[in-house]
């Protein structure tokens, strides 16, 4: 398994910005899936978004238009650029990885959104 470690949460105005990093231990370009999950309190986990290692991209409704999930195969790290963000953004936000399916995940991190 891929270990991952994400970086770039914390607090901010509703309308605000956050880019958050999710930095891999081996390299990403031989990953076919990696993705930004989040779980707000007394939520499930729920999908965000997601990064194919042929380009493709897929968002949940809701950011659809606000985030956007990219990758630096030289970095080996992907990342969430969240724009507009609203307060009901508010979670911790967790990277995953996996080649067929998603059996490596960071820690997460912690977004705050206030209004």
């Known amino acids: 398994q891929v270990q991952l470690v994400e970086s770039g949460g914390g607090l901010v105005q509703g309308g605000g910005s956050l880019r958050l990093s999710c930095v891999a231990s081996?390299?990403?370009?031989?990953?076919?899936?990696m993705a930004w999950y989040r779980q707000a309190p007394g939520k499930e986990r729920e999908f965000v978004a997601l990064s194919t290692n042929d380009g493709r991209t897929r968002y949940v409704d809701s950011a659809e238009g606000r985030f956007t999930i990219s990758r630096d195969n030289v970095k080996n790290t992907v990342y969430l650029q969240m724009n507009s963000l609203k307060p009901e953004d508010t979670a911790v936000y967790y990277c995953?990885?996996?080649?067929?399916?998603?059996?490596?995940w960071g820690q997460g991190t912690q977004v705050t959104v206030s209004s």
């Open positions: 995953a990885a996996g080649r067929s399916s998603f059996d490596s």
């Open positions: 081996e390299s990403i370009s031989s990953i076919n899936f």
